[in-house]
Nanobody
Framework: EVQLVESGGGLVQAGGSLRLSCAAS????????IGWFRQAPGKRREGVSC????????YYPDSMKGRFTISSDNAKNTVYLQMNSLKPEDTAVYYC???????????????WGQGTLVTVSS
């Protein structure tokens, strides 16, 4: 059974950092690209970043470049999202999935974690 479990969310002050984890089970993170998404209250879900572990490639939308870094640990079958210089507008539920968003196109199998809440206070 494919499972994704996010952790690492919490309350942080503006300017602070958090590292989110996405622990995968039931498959290898080499099998699928893994994407991070977020959904803020009252807003549409948006792609944050994507990693293809097999190819060793990463992707960030222009709006996410510079502050967020996606990485992976094959031994732990886990994907991470390092978030620095956090802003109140980064407040959202962050999800990992076996899919990625490129512009308006989302590709990949439809498996999602339960999400982890990130709250950035001003």
């Amino acid at each position: 059974e494919v499972q994704l479990v996010e952790s690492g969310g919490g309350l942080v002050q503006a300017g602070g950092s958090l590292r989110l984890s996405c622990a995968a089970s039931g498959f290898s993170i080499d099998d699928y690209s893994i994407g991070w998404f977020r959904q803020a209250p009252g807003k549409r879900r948006e792609g944050v970043s994507c990693i293809n572990n097999r190819e060793g490639t990463t992707y960030y939308p222009d709006s996410m470049k510079g502050r967020f870094t996606i990485s992976s640990d094959n031994a732990k079958n886990t994907v991470y999202l390092q978030m620095n210089s956090l802003k109140p507008e980064d407040t959202a539920v962050y999800y990992c999935a076996t899919r990625c968003q490129f512009g308006t196109v989302v590709v990949g199998p439809d498996y999602w974690g339960q999400g982890t809440l990130v709250t950035v206070s001003s």
